[in-house]
């Protein structure tokens, strides 16, 4: 069976640090992997997609990674800010249609 | 920048009832999915929807729901007969590539409650 997990399922940091957010998946054969932000109550905002044949992506102050062997991914936040509060989604694309969605990691950034 | 609309962002309904959600896509996007996600849970497939008709379906899409692009710029979910347990917030997607390894954008979302 498919399963995508997320570690930490919550994280508060002090603000300014880097941190680093962790998504598992069970099955190595993916298309992609999406990570998104969700702020409560609100809708899913695409930060990161990763093909299956890219390593890396970057975005501002995000950088997602991909290693499809270990069945891993990472998305790294340098220099948090207190606006980066919210959950953190990995979604997984395998050979059909649907994402297969972690649970998320809840992070918060303190002043 | 183009973006997924949905309405209504809230929707309160008794048992029973019907229910339509609406979307509108990105214009140009080829492919169009439907997720929901209850609350305190983790985001389903529901549906997706390819060259006007239904590319795949979850277990969770009965024969309660279906989807609809009736004018070439909605994409409606319906569900017939609204049961307590279809409470959540349901998501539009779309994306845009031929060969479906595209990027996915999300709606904000429209909350269902049955009461």
């Known amino acids: 069976k498919q399963e995508v997990t997320q570690i930490p399922a919550a994280l508060s940091v002090p603000e300014g640090e880097n941190l680093v957010l962790n998504c598992s998946f069970t099955?190595?054969?993916?298309?992609?992997l999406q990570w998104f932000r969700q702020d409560p109550g609100k809708g899913l905002t695409s930060l990161l997609l990763?093909?299956?044949s890219q390593r890396e992506q970057t975005s501002g102050r995000l950088n997602a990674s991909l290693d499809k062997s270990s069945g891993r991914s990472t998305l790294y936040i340098a220099a948090s800010q207190p606006g980066d509060s919210a959950t953190y989604l990995c979604?997984?694309?395998?050979?059909?249609?649907?994402?297969?969605w972690g649970a998320g990691t809840k992070l918060i950034i303190k002043p | 920048e183009p973006e997924v609309t949905q309405t209504p962002s809230h929707q309160v309904t008794q048992m029973g009832q019907e229910v339509i959600l609406r979307c509108v896509p990105i214009?140009?996007?080829?492919?169009f999915y439907w997720y929901r996600q209850i609350l305190g849970q983790k985001v389903e497939f529901l549906v997706s929807?390819?060259?006007?008709?239904?590319?795949?379906k979850s277990e969770i899409f009965d024969d309660q729901f279906s989807v609809e692009r009736p004018d070439g710029s909605n994409f409606t979910l319906k569900i017939r007969s609204t049961k307590l347990e279809d409470s959540a917030m349901y998501f539009c997607?779309?994306?845009?590539?031929?060969?479906?390894?595209?990027?996915?954008?999300f709606g904000e979302g429209s909350r269902l409650t049955v009461l």
């Open positions: 990763i093909q299956s």
């Open positions: 979604a997984v694309r395998y050979s059909n249609y649907q994402l297969i």
């Open positions: 929807f390819y060259n006007n008709e239904i590319s795949e």
């Open positions: 214009s140009n996007h080829l492919y």
């Open positions: 099955d190595s054969a993916i298309y992609n």
């Open positions: 997607a779309s994306s845009g590539l031929a060969d479906n390894t595209g990027e996915l954008f």
